[in-house]
Structure formats: C-alpha cells, structure tokens
C-alpha cells in the first residue's frame, strides 16, 4: 500500500474522534499528507520504506487554532495508537516532525522559508521549484476553510508568466552551453570527467525546462524523471532522457523494437531533445518559432518579460 492510501485509511479511522474535538471548528482545519518524503509524492516503494514510512498524517492549524486547540490535538494524536493495519511508523532523524499537529505559517516557513504568499515576482522567483513541489505535493482528507488552504491554492497555481519566461531563459541558456556546446567539446579533449558533467547540467536543465513548460514544479532531483513520466505523454522525449542517461563515452542506445537497439551520438540525441523542448515552448506559447540552437531562443524569452526587475537580472547558471 502506498504511503498517501496508508495515511487516509489511518485518518478515516480517527475522523470522528477529531470531529467529536473541534466540533464547529472542523471547518478551519485541514487535514492530510504532504511535505518532505517520497511518500507525499506517491513515489514511495519497497526501497523506500525502509525510513520515515508508516500511518500518520498532518494536522495543520493557523494561530487562532493553534492558540484554542493545539494542545488538546497533540496530546490526542500522541496517544494515537502506535500502529495501524501492521504498521508502524519508523521515522529517521531527519523525518521528525513530518506528521502531527503542524502550525500552518510553521509549516510553509520550513517549506520555503516563507510564511506568507509571495507579494511580487521577485519573491516567487527566489522560490525553488523543488521546495514548492514539496510544500504542494500530497492530498488533503479533509479541506478547511483555512489559512493553509488560501496558501496552498496560491502556490499550486503556480509561477507567475514573468518568473517562467525567466527560468526558461535560464534553462535555456544552460542546456545550449552545456549540452549543444561545451559536451562535445569536453569529449573531443578526452576529459571524460567534465563531458559527463556537462551531460547531467544538460539533463537537470532539460527536465526543469520540461516541468515548467507543463506548469508544474519539478521535484528533489531523485524524483524529477519519476515526475516527468506521470504527465509528460510524449514517449520520445522520455527515450531520450533514459538514452542520454545511460549514454557512454558518447554513444548512446536507442532501442529498436524487437531488433535490439542501434547506436547513435549522444550529440545527436541532445540536438533531438532540444528540437522537442524548443517545438513544445512553441506550442505553449512561450516562442513564436522552433529553433536548433536554444540559446537563440534566451532572448525572445527574455524581451516578454514585463517585471522590470525580473528582467535586468542574471540568469540562473
């Protein structure tokens, strides 16, 4: 059973008591799971519930709840029973505090280092993709009528157009510099050591320019080809991620039906990729034209941005 299942059968068997509790304030809570963990991704596994895995959920409470109930909820969730349909939760030290009774302005302070939505597009582009797809992953058992919610519904609507269009250009620019540029280069000199690093900034880059095309946050790094594979429909993008990934001294594989697979240049399959990424920016609206060579592309990106801020700053490297 997955962790998000585990988590909602655990709270259906306490919903009552917890409603008996709040009685008329049940309407300013929100209960459920989210946050740091594979688990609040549904990605979670054999593998990885060896640690922080087991029944437990969250009960988040602004400070007027917290003040009126915070502390007859830990005390009741302490004394919850330790476990639930033969598990038990093992948590590590580092997955303390996951579940519980959680202050809401608490909970988005550890997520984002913010406790309040962004007021501007300079605050939402300090925010990183990977600590909002933590703060919006999960589900939610039961909705309030809620500071988290207000909070949640906000951050999961997700970036503003300025702050893609200034990702995008950063992206952009590093796919093109390390991938359709310095990879070769570095391979032609046989340091085999700064090629494969280009390859990696060049694969973090193409699938964060993948997510944001798509309008979605792209997870820890461990997670961001398992969160592309849940929306991305396009299965020759996919092929192309795993062959750049399994690529060796520059050649890669691509399997061909039943035949086995034929060889081709790992520079070949990153011109590919960067054609797909350029035609699907096209298709959302984010270029006018496809183009080869995506550094072409950073300044039509940047010249939409209207946040005279956002656009005199430096790109991302």
Known sequence: MKGLELSEQFFKAHEQEIKDLLKEDIHKVSIGLCGQGSECFGFDDEISKDHDFGPGFCIFLDDEMEEKHGEALRQFYEDLPKEFMDLSRNPSSHGLNRVGVINTREFYFASLSLDEVPKNPFQWYQLSEERLAMATNGRLFHEGEDLFMEMRRVFQAFYPKDVVLKKLASRFAVMAQAGQYNYSRCLNRGDMVASQLALSLFLKNAMSALFLLHGRYMPFYKWS???????????????????LAVSNQGVALIPIGMEGAKEYETALLIEALCGEIAKLAVEKGYLKEPLSFLEDGVLPLQEQIEDPLLKKLPLEQ
């Open 225 to 243: 080809f398992t969160g592309l594979k849940a929306f991305v429909e396009d299965q020759n993008i996919l092929m192309l991620l795993e062959a």
